[in-house]
């Protein structure tokens, strides 16, 4: 008889905040079950032209596919849940997810127009389910969406808890409380190892309430006289009722402004939530209300080019107005990352005498992540053997392992993406494999490596620009007219306008030392004429264009 092994193997979300992707496994070395837990994307940023969202490469579960028992989803934020399309039909395994994240990851499945039906299994909250050797419970926890989940993972050798994304919140508004009588009943039973969000582990102190931002919400938005326009991540609907109740408090009607905003709405009223609002009024209509009797709530927190609050303010938006004397309020997180494009649009707003409140001078937002302190309540709550840090950077992973020293948990372990954690046997859990992984990217509908060709080739050409060399030659091989030369992105003024006749001159010259109408020396004509050609442009502007080169033989 083999030795049973329980292991964990983060894909992704260790080492960064965002693509969350986890696996467990367990068996022995002939009979083995995995199971996922997340399949979340990232964002990318400018220095990847084109590309928007980034997962992890999901190679290594692929080839086990047979394996493969489920997909377990915690919640359905963006870097939980944004790859699944992208990724399932790679897998083909049932999914498992609480009512909330089911409708909107099946919205993801419809825009792939895949029918997911089937294969979607709905969990009730603080529900069960079996997958092979794991019994899977799912915890309520509170964060900053609906419906988030830590799971108890246990198998006959050992439990270990997921936390998932979570903080305490004494009062989340809607939705359950944290369940701390499981969470305590789980530890009673003794656990493994914790595998926790590490996002706030430099914070002191609490994370803090929901109702405290609806307090203070309140008492700035009464005081306001003309027009108020709120942004928020549409995904927090706890924010969302306070804004709707701030409306009502203050006398005013709501209108909702952005595609996910109205998605988010949704989603939660077909689950049960925000029963008992005031419905919003539609922004079309809105136009005609008088602006000290409306409150706008929209999406685009983060300065997000296209996202309705840059529109609103930038006066390009459809339906909402924005006029000195009135106020936004960016009931959000300032992103690290997203500080440049944020202050762009305070400025702006700023600049136009509009009002700007934010995190940075007023209480209007808390973080869905444990602090320090939540800290502490779930290590005492669970007291797991053994602390493993995900969901951070490196430099949050290493310090949650310094707390969990503190803490005096006897074995926290350091992992990376990649690592394969052997959670038992053992006195303690140990690194002892490393797994393939990678990013992937979706380029347009296409997802490709992180060496993509497509992708090399747009940071080449923003860089250096494009020309491009048609030379005809008639059947007596000689070059007929003179060559044609297109390029873009290559600076031109007077000064170098003369580098087009410079190449039409190389050009001639280099044809000239080739029979061109031997075919078998076209390939170093064309070297010839690409190396020559890019030399003339870097010597007259300094760039070194991305070079085509046609042959045209008629
Ligand atoms: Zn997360
Ligand atoms: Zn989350």
Not at 284 to 305: D, F, H, M, W
Not at 421 to 449: H, M, T, W
């Amino acid at each position: 008889m083999k030795k049973e092994e329980f292991i964990f193997c983060p894909l992704g979300g260790s080492g960064e905040i965002g693509m969350n992707m986890n696996l467990y496994a367990y068996g022995n070395q002939e009979n083995r079950k995995w199971i996922i837990v997340d399949i979340g994307v990232t964002f990318a940023d400018d220095t990847i032209p084109g590309v928007d969202l980034i997962y992890a490469d999901p190679g290594f579960i692929v080839d086990k596919k047979e394996d493969l028992i489920g997909l377990v989803l915690t919640h359905a934020h963006e870097d939980h849940i944004g790859a699944i399309a992208h990724i399932w039909p790679k897998l083909l395994c049932n999914i498992y997810a609480t009512p909330f994240t089911s409708v909107l990851i099946k919205e993801k499945f419809k825009e792939k127009k895949i029918d997911i039906e089937d294969k979607l299994k709905i969990v009730e909250l603080n529900g069960k389910i079996q997958l092979g050797p794991f019994n899977i419970e799912f915890v309520t926890l509170t964060h900053s969406i609906l419906e988030p989940n830590g799971l108890s993972i246990q198998t006959s050798s050992g439990t270990v808890l997921h936390t998932g994304d979570w903080k305490c919140d004494p009062n989340p508004l809607i939705g359950e409380k944290i369940n701390e009588k499981k969470l305590k009943q789980i530890g009673d039973q003794g656990v493994l190892a914790m595998i926790c969000d590490s996002t706030n582990v430099f914070n002191s102190g609490r994370s803090g309430s929901e109702l405290d931002v609806r307090n203070s919400l309140l008492k700035i938005m009464i005081n306001k006289q003309k027009r108020i326009i709120i942004t928020s991540f549409a995904s927090n609907v706890a924010r969302m009722e306070s804004v709707f109740y701030c409306a009502k408090k203050i006398g005013r009607q709501i209108s909702l402004v952005g595609r996910s905003m109205h998605r988010i709405y949704k989603a939660a009223k077909q689950c049960g939530y925000l029963n008992n609002l005031t419905e919003p009024v539609d922004a079309r209509k809105a136009k005609n209300i008088s602006r000290e009797k409306i409150v706008y709530l929209c999406t685009g927190n983060q300065g997000e080019p296209n996202g309705a609050m840059m529109r609103i303010s930038n006066g390009i938006h459809p339906d909402v107005f924005i006029e000195p004397g009135d106020t936004v309020i960016f009931s959000s997180k300032i992103i690290p990352g997203n500080e440049k494009k944020l202050y762009g649009l305070h400025n702006l707003l700023v600049k136009n005498n509009i009002e700007v409140i934010s995190e940075e001078n007023e209480f209007v937002h808390v973080s869905g992540h444990p602090n320090r302190e939540d800290l502490k309540d779930m290590y005492n709550w669970v007291k797991p053997k053994s602390i493993i840090p995900v969901h951070g950077e490196y430099r949050h992973m290493s310090e949650h392992i310094n707390f969990a020293r503190k803490m005096q948990i006897p074995y926290p372990v350091k992992v990376e993406n990649g690592d394969m954690v052997q959670l038992f046997p053992g006195e303690k859990p140990k690194v002892f494999d490393k797994a393939p992984v990678g990013r992937i990217y979706v380029d347009g509908n296409i997802s490709v490596g992180e060496e993509s060709q497509s992708i090399k080739d747009r940071k080449n050409l923003s860089y250096n620009g494009f020309l491009e060399i048609t030379i005809i030659i008639n059947n007596n091989g000689s070059m007929t007219k003179k060559p044609i030369i297109s390029f873009r992105g290559i600076p031109n003024n007077d000064e170098n306008s003369n580098f087009v006749s410079d190449m039409e001159d190389q050009i001639r010259k280099i044809c000239k030392t080739f029979s061109l109408n031997n075919s078998n020396q076209e390939y170093n004509l064309i070297e010839a004429l690409k190396t020559n050609c890019r030399k003339i442009v870097k010597e007259k502007t300094g760039k070194r264009p991305y070079t085509n080169i046609n042959l045209v033989r008629i």
